[in-house]
């Protein structure tokens, strides 16, 4: 079965870095997306970045500039360095890769993470 695995976060300051790592394992025969969620306290999970078809990359708007989605597909891991973190950012980050377990299979499925916090002090 497919299983995603974050790692990094924690608690930094704000306008510290950080970086977040999704390792990928099992198999996903066909892969339409792979991104960051993120989903802060009080909210509802929102998109933070995303890997598209062709790897054509999709940012919010409240992070553009300062985060920045990359991947080693060799690792099977993507990440997300988060730059000039701010308070707002804290949440718990959620890696998601959209794909089909097999070519036979029409519905595409959702692969999540179990999640790691991101808090950001002031």
């Known amino acids: 079965q497919v299983h995603l695995a974050e790692s990094g976060g924690g608690l930094v300051q704000a306008g510290e870095s950080t970086t977040l790592s999704c390792v990928s394992s099992?198999?996903?025969?066909?892969?339409?997306?792979r991104g960051w969620y993120r989903q802060p306290p009080g909210k509802q999970r929102e998109l933070v970045a995303k890997?598209?078809?062709?790897?054509?990359?999709v940012y919010a708007d409240s992070v553009k500039g300062r985060f920045t989605i990359s991947r080693n597909n060799t690792k099977n891991t993507i990440y997300l360095q988060m730059n000039d973190l701010k308070p707002d950012d804290t949440a718990v980050y959620f890696c998601h890769v959209e794909g089909r377990p097999s070519l036979e299979t029409v519905t595409l499925s959702d692969y999540w993470g179990q999640g790691v916090q991101v808090t950001v002090s002031s």
């Open positions: 099992g198999s996903i025969v066909a892969i339409y997306s």
């Open positions: 890997f598209e078809a062709a790897e054509r990359t």
